[in-house]
């Protein structure tokens, strides 16, 4: 192995040592293959030499220790896959059919590909966040990729597209993805080369997919109405691929935690996607992802127009209009008789909000009951108060 200064390296060259982030964590590990964008990715971090292995130095040793971060990556990635997954049957998807077996299995695929692992296995050492993020896209494209029919080697592509969407990140320091506070204009700036940096990078791989791969990686912040970066032109040239990515990565976005923000609720992910983001996602899309979410959980406290309820379960295709258990007046008083509301059918009764932390904490202890104690029986239901379409006509013909 030989130091070589950082203006000599070229790309193919096989790196000796890891080099370290200025906080001492790992940024590129022993073992890996130098590109141009790992070249000018270090250059702009100050690096000014690393150790190269010189011809037929590469030995088995470093073979192995490149091959066990791969492992690690590959084993640390099937984990999260069998985390989110449990999570989304226990409590978000309606319809668990949706991530079995071939979910799973296309993630083991996935992760056999030598490409994949390394993106994965660089991002996991650069910000872990952006590595879980990462899966956790590929997971809800895959769910939206079933819900619109593609076929097992289509959604094998879609899989693989939503888990390197983000590998562009790579160009991004980890002070800035994970910064607090406002970014500057030049930090977002920096942000935004990241979708050009994952297609550059992409584009240089020996993969029959790596031009529908690249697409997406460049456009899954472009959106429909033109709107979005790097290109700000009409969204007829947007992937289809790309289509879905985009809603995949913007829900795990919003219902994630991060260092500058809360994870928002289901109901306030579909709020700003349907509503303060109309437009700018593909709304069929959109509309058969939230058909499957269940956007109040089962066993959600609720305040509504009637009172106080919980929620009692909800329906695919009916996911903002679940059946409720009213028990509670507007005024923290509890109900003589509590009754059951299917608010698909009875428009007159709206949410308000969800409760949760200091809110439901403070109705508990007014009322002194904990609400899931009301999911243990059945109440009867109480009939719509709301005129019917039927009566509505009948009204309109008497007159």
Known sequence: MKEVPLKDVAPGMILARDVLTARGIVHLRTGTELTRLYINQLAEMGVTSVEIFTDGEYDQNSIVSAGTALSEAKTAGLAIVSKKLKNLTDVQLLNPSLIDGPIHRLFNEALDNENNLKALRDLRTHDPYTFMHS???????????KIAGYDRARLALLVRSGLLHDLGKLVVPP??????GKLTDEEFATIKLHP????????TWDDPAREQLAAVALQHHKRLNGSGYPMRDSG?????????????????????ERSY???????????????LSRGQFNPELLESFFDQIAIYPVASTLETS?????????????T???RILVFATDRYQLIDEPYEVDLSKDPSITISSVLEDMGLLALTSRLRINPKDFMEKEYPEKKSTAPSESSELLATIKK
Request: hydrophobic letters at 50%; a neutral charge; charged letters at 20%.
């Open 175 to 180: 002070e800035i993805l994970n910064k607090p």
């Open 261 to 275: 923000k809360v994870a928002y609720k289901p109901h306030i992910a579909y709020k700003i996607m349907t509503r």
């Open 236 to 256: 007829d040239s947007l992937s289809p691929l790309a289509e879905i990515v985009a809603i995949a990565d913007v829900y795990d976005a919003l219902t994630s």
């Open 135 to 145: 899966i956790d896209v590929a997971i809800i494209s895959g769910i939206i990729g």
């Open 320 to 322: 903002t209009h679940p």
């Open 196 to 203: 050009m940096a994952g297609w550059s990078q992409m584009m």
């Open 306 to 318: 009637a009172g106080f309820a919980i929620v009692k379960s909800a329906e695919y295709g009916k």
